[in-house]
Structure formats: structure tokens, C-alpha cells
């Protein structure tokens, strides 16, 4: 039963790596950015479809600024749980909350030992705005 008004509190949901079958690597570069000004809450969601071979491992970056040559890996002490590698037994989703001090994120996916790669995504979801309400997003 629900009591409390989210739909006011999450502002922007970013696909940082829109769901689809992957069999490389997602650089840096290509990670879409998660500006996460004006929010005091972070969180990433892997969404895992079908993997069919392979290890997929996600790792999150960091930056005060929006230049790809200066983002740096964060620390696990700036993350709130942590992905595990995905692969064929293992392709739950999984959420890690960020409760660093930079203002971008990205998302790096490694893939290791592919032929025919797994369908997933990654998701960035702000909220608890410093100002509400929040236009509601799609």
C-alpha cells in the first residue's frame, strides 16, 4: 500500500546503456552521463534480459566535469552495495546507490569471453531534488 508521493521525488532516469544485446566493451566514452546536480540521490539499476555467454562486469566513474578524459573510478567507499559480474547463471538485476561528491557518472561495461553476449542495460535514477516538485519523467 502506498503512502508517500515518489513520482514528485525522482527526477531524471538516464539510460546510460540502453538495454540491448551487447558483445563488446562500452568504453567511457560511449556511457552516456548522468548529471546528477540538483539531487541528493543516486542510484544505477543494471537490467539484465537474456545472457547467453560471456561475463559482463560494470564499473562506475566519477567527474567534476563532463570531459571524458577526467573521469576516474570511484571508490567503493562512494558506493552503496556493488555490481557483480553478469553472466549466463548470474543475470539478476542489481542496483548501487552513489553517495560521492561528483557531479557526473558514467558507466563502463567489460565484456569477457562473448560470442553472442547477453541483452542488458544501466539505468541512472536522481532524486530527492533540493527543489519539488520535480516535473515527472517517462
Partial sequence: MAKRDLYHSIGVIANLIP?????????????????TYGYYGIVLEAICGTITDGTHTITVYESDTDVT??????????????????????AANQKVGYIGSKR????VDTVAGTTTGGVYGVVGIVGFPMHKPVAGTA
Avoid at 104 to 107: E, G
Fill in 104 to 107: 557526473y557518472l558514467r558507466v
Fill in 19 to 35: 538495454v540491448a544485446a551487447h558483445t563488446t566493451t562500452v568504453a567511457i566514452a560511449s556511457s552516456a552521463t548522468l548529471d
Fill in 69 to 90: 578524459g577526467n573521469y576516474t573510478l570511484v571508490a567503493n567507499a562512494d558506493l552503496l552495495g556493488s555490481f557483480a559480474a553478469i553472466s549466463s547463471s548470474a
